[in-house]
């Protein structure tokens, strides 16, 4: 195994935001030789502990037991808090010239570009966009499918807004981590290279997009521009029971012991096939998108 020299620090960060292609994005930088990805996609490192609204662990998962391991397997998100643990997930980093993470709470967590500054300030910045409204839809359809949530898309949103005009809206809430532009702003304002992407451009034209990606780091062009939808949200079938499950954690405790073919199988025959829509008042629509631009 190699070791990590104590100089060379992660000089990637894809911040965000959440739901707006961060995991496809990620793959396509982990196949490009000069780049060694985190295995966790996002540890979180430099945000606060994170609230259970944003990230919930299964409870039968052990970060020291993780990091016991020789080999550090694949994992989506989970925060790493330790130092220790922070540079052992780029131990394995061998003569690429960047190490990278793809942590979505950075965007809008008040405290990370700051930390990430202190960490790095040489760092380079990368930010994905998506339409907002369509962004703040799926964080919704994601948080519903793993039992976060239970209330409709309409409902949520209205509370957002009331939560928004009291002034006590949360970072992690729908709406706020759909306003990108004071973030964006805060990241420009911190760092020399950020280099800022939206979802739509990025799909429409990869070639493109991802050339500008290999300019930003002054590296070769990517030799794979197939961009995979990884990590996608699902509605399910009997969702409240899902929801009951999750709750009192007999869904943790089941996927311990299960294969990932056997979830995958039981996933599919739950799966509704029937696409949940956006659907909300108009006037309610006009008032998230001047929300949307103003912040």
């Known amino acids: ?69 020789q080999y550090l397997a694949p994992r989506h998100s989970v925060q790493v808090s330790k130092e220790e643990h922070y540079q052992r997930l780029f131990s394995n980093a061998t003569a690429e010239q960047y190490r990278a993470e793809a942590s979505t709470a950075y965007l809008h967590a008040p405290e990370a570009a700051e930390r990430i500054y202190n960490y790095n300030p040489n760092a380079k910045i990368i930010i994905l966009t998506r339409n907002p409204l369509k962004r703040a839809f799926s964080h919704y359809n994601m948080d519903l499918g793993v039992g976060r949530e239970r209330k409709s898309f309409a409902t949520v949103m209205a509370r957002d807004l009331d939560l928004y005009k009291k002034g006590t809206l949360p970072w992690f809430s729908y709406l706020n981590m759909s306003c990108y532009n004071t973030p964006i702003r805060h990241y420009q304002n911190i760092f020399e290279s950020v280099l800022v992407l939206s979802l739509e451009e990025l799909v429409a034209n990869t070639e493109n997009e991802m050339g500008k990606v290999a300019n930003f780091l002054n590296i070769a062009q990517f030799p794979d521009l197939f961009l995979k939808k990884v990590n996608e949200g699902h509605a399910l079938k009997y969702q409240k029971l899902f929801y009951f499950l999750k709750r009192i954690g007999l869904k943790d405790l089941l996927s311990q012991f299960l294969t990932s073919n056997f979830k995958s199988k039981i996933l599919k025959r739950v799966r509704d096939k029937k696409k949940l829509t956006l659907a909300l008042p108009q006037d309610m629509i006009d008032e998230l998108e001047t929300i949307f631009k103003n912040n």
């Open 1 to 69: 195994m190699s070791v990590l020299m104590e100089d060379k620090k992660v000089d990637i960060f894809v911040v965000g935001a959440m739901k707006a292609g961060t995991t496809s994005f990620a793959t396509l930088l982990s196949q490009h030789p000069m780049i060694f990805m985190s295995p966790i996609k996002e540890p979180h490192h430099f945000a606060d502990p994170l609230p259970k609204a944003f990230l919930e662990t299964s409870r039968f998962f052990s970060l020291e037991n993780y990091f016991k391991n």
